[in-house]
């Protein structure tokens, strides 16, 4: 069974704060990407990653996937507010399925 | 644009009862799923489409069944509730290999 273990599961943080997520499997995905869910909605499509050691930013957020395409990390620089939410990490391995990590909880404080 | 949509939003049902979940999706997809969400356990697939007229079981397909109507519906039914059915189901769809669209998911309780 593939597995995502995300951590942390909870972060509280203060407004202007820098944080880092995880997202690690011993399995090899050939991408993976990045949700943010709301109270009451969907999950959103933050970003996807493809190559291995590929990097990408969305204005203060920084995604990271690994080398060997078995983890990946969330930065966020200067977290505001807004950007709290649940944050998952997703591993798509070329079929049909798409398997999630549990989640990160992002509290961010004014 | 109305992209999923899931009906009903909430729903409480006794021990036993059956109900169907509705999914219905306009952007003409070919793969369609459902997901189940409990606290710390993150989203866990119950049931997938990879295109219309077949249907294939997920992680946690036991005490549901699904039927692809249409390439535009998804439904998710549930035959006998139990307690332990008692989550938030989310329906998604997509095209095959990109990004999933989700609906604004439904909260089931099961008494």
């Known amino acids: 069974t593939q597995l995502l273990e995300q951590s942390p599961q909870f972060l509280s943080i203060q407004e202007g704060e820098n944080l880092t997520v995880y997202c690690n499997s011993s399995?090899?995905?050939?991408?993976l990407q990045w949700y943010r869910q709301e109270p009451g909605e969907g999950p959103v499509l933050l970003v996807t990653v493809v190559t291995g050691g590929e990097v990408k930013k969305l204005k203060r957020l920084t995604f990271q996937f690994g080398d060997a395409r078995k983890d990946s990390s969330l930065h966020i620089t200067a977290a505001q507010p807004g950007d709290t939410g649940l944050y998952l990490c997703a591993g798509h391995t070329g079929g049909f399925k798409t398997i999630f990590g549990a989640g990160t909880r992002l509290f961010v404080k004014a | 644009n109305a992209g999923v949509t899931q009906t009903p939003k909430f729903q409480v049902l006794k021990t036993g009862q059956s109900m169907t979940l509705q999914c219905a999706q306009d952007?003409?997809?070919?793969?369609m799923y459902w997901y189940r969400q409990d606290p710390g356990m993150g989203l866990r697939l119950i049931y997938y489409?990879?295109?219309?007229?077949?249907?294939d079981k997920g992680e946690v397909p036991n005490g549901y069944n699904v039927s692809r109507l249409n390439k535009r519906e998804f439904s998710l039914r549930l035959e006998s509730a139990a307690p332990s059915q008692t989550s938030v189901y989310f329906c998604?769809?997509?095209?095959?290999?990109?990004?999933?669209?989700f609906g604004s998911g439904t909260q089931l309780s099961v008494l």
């Open positions: 998604a769809s997509r095209v095959t290999g990109e990004k999933l669209f």
């Open positions: 489409s990879a295109s219309e007229g077949t249907t």
């Open positions: 399995s090899v995905f050939s991408s």
């Open positions: 952007m003409n997809h070919n793969s």
